[in-house]
Every structure is written in structure tokens, then in C-alpha cells.
């Protein structure tokens, strides 16, 4: 029976990162992946080119965990800074390209290469397509001779039937003996530290699969069910038909969701989560950066407030300035003052100057009677029966006000998301109480090492991802 150091299962952005250290560090590594291209995911992220991580992916309040404090020494021990030298190291040109993200300038394959080049210095074995058939804890006696034991099945957090073959058993140490014991179609394998590396359930196409929910279940250990994260919103599609034709429009927008933070009922008190972003309007619902983002908070039946005028804070004063000639018409002489004349341009004109004109006319014919959208009784009232024809002078002050409430919190409903197909992430994993921060250790289960995606622990849309998958492998790799 073969024997080695470590196992890692997943040939990830975090298997093959940690692989490669512990690699360098003199260690005996495997790496098993069931699917045919590894690190598919660093290939097709960032449009081909990896956002590998953020300038501000070491600030724990971008990422979304259970227990927020869970991040923080591994965002400490391995910032950005860290992986951005290894990258500098290996001459792998890159540039910033928004909000601190860092993006390879010629292709993510580049980083996959430094991947594999890391782990060949460290003599890793990677191995693939390899399926894992079943999986042992080893109880060690005194005389370090491994003899098996087994627990019953138990079934899958996602409803999956169980891995075959996978059984827990009651751990003690003893030395270096092999504590797990891997069957695979290549071959069973021994060994002393077992990574579990295997990711998110998000694009299934290219390997993406729920074995850490199901192993976790398997162990005993607890898990925060898995939903998709940075993935496109759906509206119903018989009530999205005015809006469905805007497909392709994009505007910045201010997007905010309230969130109940984790911890104790009485200590709880509902946030609000806000992104300044790009939206953009698909016939399905809305995608872009600010949806992404706000999608990983998102809950069903919630609602999002979208903000159209992100740049015009009260934006129903704005209008009845206008109106009364107080301020000047176009939004570029922001502030300037009017000519004192009542202001006599159509609706529709003056809010095309401030959205995209065909989104102007659509929200104003259609976003009162818009079926999902949870406007408060008195702005639903004063949206009914707005026409792009009617001129700012026909409408009293009281009604341009609640306009400009309505334009600045609309308040939407998703009815869902595009799912896993579409998620950049899976949100939710093994839960952070069951790991020590400062190792990625299972607590329960000495030499068991949970990291990347796998862990309930989701970044932002920018690279933060990468960011938390290279930070937790650095710090498993360092305790092994
Ligand atoms: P990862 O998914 O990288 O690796 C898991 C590995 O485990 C895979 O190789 C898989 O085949 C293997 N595996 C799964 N089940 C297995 C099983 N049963 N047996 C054996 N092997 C198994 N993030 C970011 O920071 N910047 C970005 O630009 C992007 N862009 C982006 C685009 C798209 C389209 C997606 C889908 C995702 C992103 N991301 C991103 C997210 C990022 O790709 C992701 O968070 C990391 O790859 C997670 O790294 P892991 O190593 O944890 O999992």
C-alpha cells in the first residue's frame, strides 16, 4: 500500500497552492482531482485573465462568513502582499484594473503554470482523473499499526446520498502513522494529513462538486448549507416582459439589501449591506457587478433598493428645484443655479439626461404596476398614470418628491438566481467553529485541513476569492 505525507483532494487554486509549499517544505504529496483539466477555474476566471487577488483582500469586512472574526488571521499572516510577490517572482506581468483588483495582463493560464512549476519543485504527484472512492480515519494503537473502524452512514447536508465509502472513525495519535486512508479508481493511499481542497458546488461543467458537504456530513461535522454567491438575479418572467427588453443596458447604481448578522437573536441587529456598482439589465432579471455582489447577501423574498440616481442623494428635492427654476436643467451644471423660470421639459427628457433613455421610459410606464416590487402604498400612488409626456410644471411639488423617492429606493424582488450554472461561488461550507483559524485544522479530527471555498467563508466579487483560497492553503500548509 502506498504511503505518503499528505493527501490533497482538489487540484484548485487552494489544493495546488497548498500542495506546492508543503511540497517545498520536504513533504511527500498527493493530489487528487476527479476531473480531466485541473484549476479549470483559475483558466476561466476573470474573462481568461484571474483577478488573483485585491489590494484590500486583507480587510476581513469583505468577505462573508458565519463567525466574521474567523478570517482574520489568516487575511493577517497571508495578505495580498504575499501572493503578489510569488506572482512578481515568477514575472507574470499584471495591472489593476478597478477597486484594487489585480488581473494577469496576458492569461490566467499564467498562474495555473506557476502553480504547477511550485509543485514540481516540490515533487508533488498530482493525479487525475482520479474519483476517491472511499475514505478511512485510522485508529492508531500504541504499536502504530492502523486498524480500521467504522461509523454509519449519515445522509448528505445537500440531500446527496453519501460518498461510498466514506467512514468516520474515533481518532487517537500515535507518532507518524498514517491517520487516513484514501481508495481511489488509481489505488488506496495512506497517509498522515489529509486537505480537503474540493471547493464550491457553483459550474458543474468543469468539476465542481459537493464531496466537502458530504464528507463533513459524514464525519459528524457541521455545515452551513450551500446557496450560490455572486450569481445573476431572476425576476418573474411574465411581470419582467417591459424591462426584459432593456437586456444589455448597464448604469451605476447604489444596491442595498438588509441582513440579519449571525450570532444571538438579541444581539442581532438587521444591516444594511450597500455596494456602489454597475447593474446591468438582462432579459432574465439583473446581472453586473452591483447584482453579483448584493446576490451573495440576497435571501429569497427579500428585497433589494436599488437606487437609480446614485449621484443625486434627494433626488425629489432635485426635481422640484428644477421644476421651479432653481437649479439649472442638465445634471453636468450639477449645483449651478437656474434662471429662476418654471421648468416646462417633459419627465421623460429630463430623466434621460440623468439613465440610459430607454431605461428612462421603461421604469416610468412600467415600475409602478411592475409585479415584484414592494413599493409603499403612498409611491405606489403617485407612480400610477406618470407618462415620459408629462412636464415638470404639471406636477405638484408632493408627487416630484416621491418620485424621486421611488428613483432613489426602488425596492425589488427577486423572484431567484441563475444558480449554480451562473454562480461565480458557492456560499455556505464547513462551519468555521469546526476549524482552528490558525491552522485551517479540523478541531475534531487531528491532521484533517479544510480550506478555500470548501469553508464557509465567501469574498466579494474582486479577486477576494483567490484571496481567501491562496490565505487559508498558505496557513494549513505552514502548521502541516
Ligand atoms: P476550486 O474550485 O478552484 O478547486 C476545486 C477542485 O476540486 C477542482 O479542481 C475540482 O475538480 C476538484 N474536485 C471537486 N470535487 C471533487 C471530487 N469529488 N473529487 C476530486 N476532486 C474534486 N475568484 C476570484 O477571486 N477572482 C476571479 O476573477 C474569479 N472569477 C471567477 C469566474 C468564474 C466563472 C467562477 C466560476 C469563479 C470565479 N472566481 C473568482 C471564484 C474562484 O474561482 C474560486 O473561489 C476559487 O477557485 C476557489 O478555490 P478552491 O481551490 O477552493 O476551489
Not at 500542495?19 to 474573462?47: F, N, P, T
Not at 455596494?275 to 429569497?300: C, K, M, N, V
Request: contains cysteine.
Amino acid at each position: 500500500m502506498e504511503t505518503c505525507d499528505v493527501v490533497v483532494i482538489g487540484a484548485g487554486a487552494a489544493g495546488l497552492y497548498c500542495a506546492g509549499l508543503l511540497g517545498q517544505q520536504g513533504r511527500q504529496v498527493v493530489v487528487l482531482d476527479h476531473a480531466r483539466r485541473i484549476g479549470e477555474k483559475i483558466r476561466i476566471s476573470g474573462g481568461g485573465r484571474c483577478n488573483f487577488t485585491n489590494l484590500n483582500g486583507a480587510d476581513p469586512a469583505r468577505y462573508l462568513c458565519t463567525d466574521p472574526r474567523f478570517v482574520r488571521y489568516a487575511l493577517k499572516e497571508h495578505p495580498p502582499e504575499r501572493f503578489i510577490a510569488r506572482v512578481r517572482h515568477a514575472g507574470i506581468g499584471f495591472h489593476e484594473k478597478h477597486l484594487g483588483q489585480l488581473f494577469c495582463n496576458d492569461s490566467s493560464q499564467q498562474i495555473i503554470d506557476m502553480l504547477l512549476a511550485d509543485c514540481r519543485r516540490g515533487g508533488v504527484q498530482i493525479r487525475h482523473p482520479v474519483t476517491v472512492t472511499g475514505m478511512q480515519r485510522l485508529v492508531v494503537r500504541e504499536s502504530q499499526e492502523p486498524e480500521e473502524s467504522r461509523l454509519a452512514d449519515r445522509p448528505s447536508a445537500t440531500g446527496a446520498p453519501p460518498v461510498p465509502g466514506i467512514r468516520a472513525l474515533q481518532d487517537t495519535d500515535a507518532g507518524q502513522a498514517p491517520r487516513f486512508e484514501i481508495r481511489t479508481t488509481a489505488g488506496v493511499l495512506r497517509a498522515r494529513s489529509l486537505v480537503i481542497a474540493t471547493g464550491g458546488l457553483s459550474i458543474p461543467a468543469i468539476g465542481a462538486s459537493d464531496f466537502a458537504w458530504q464528507l463533513a456530513t459524514e464525519w459528524g461535522l457541521q455545515t452551513i448549507a450551500p446557496r450560490p454567491g455572486l450569481v445573476p438575479l431572476t425576476m418573474t418572467s411574465s411581470a419582467w416582459q417591459p424591462f426584459a427588453a432593456l437586456s444589455g443596458v448597464a448604469l451605476p447604481v447604489d444596491v442595498s439589501v438588509t441582513v440579519s448578522p449571525p450570532g444571538r437573536a438579541k444581539t442581532r441587529k438587521p444591516q444594511s449591506v450597500r455596494f456602489g456598482e454597475d447593474l446591468l439589465f438582462t432579459h432574465r432579471g439583473l446581472s453586473g457587478p452591483a447584482s453579483l455582489q448584493i446576490s451573495s447577501y440576497w435571501r429569497a423574498g427579500q428585497p433589494l433598493w436599488l437606487n437609480l440616481l446614485p449621484g443625486i442623494e434627494r433626488a425629489g428635492e432635485w426635481l422640484v428645484d428644477l421644476k421651479h427654476g432653481r437649479l439649472a436643467a442638465s445634471p453636468l451644471s450639477e449645483g449651478k443655479r437656474g434662471d429662476g423660470q418654471p421648468h416646462r421639459q417633459q419627465l421623460g427628457t429630463i430623466l434621460s439626461t440623468l439613465l440610459p433613455g430607454r431605461l428612462a421610459r421603461a421604469w416610468l410606464a412600467g415600475a409602478a404596476t411592475l409585479s415584484g416590487t414592494q413599493w409603499p402604498p403612498q409611491l405606489a400612488a403617485a407612480l400610477q398614470g406618470l407618462r415620459e409626456d408629462m412636464r415638470l410644471t404639471d406636477l405638484p411639488d408632493a408627487r416630484l418628491r416621491e418620485l424621486g423617492q421611488a428613483l432613489n429606493a426602488w425596492p425589488l424582488v427577486p423572484a431567484g438566481t441563475e444558480g449554480y450554472r451562473k454562480a461565480e461561488v458557492t456560499v455556505g461550507g464547513l462551519a468555521t467553529a469546526e476549524l482552528d483559524p490558525t491552522t485551517m485544522m479540523v478541531r475534531r479530527i487531528p491532521g484533517c485541513y479544510w480550506i478555500g471555498e470548501a469553508v464557509d467563508v465567501t469574498g466579494w466579487l474582486g479577486g477576494y476569492n483567490f484571496q481567501w483560497a491562496w490565505a487559508s492553503a498558505w496557513v494549513a500548509a505552514r502548521a502541516l
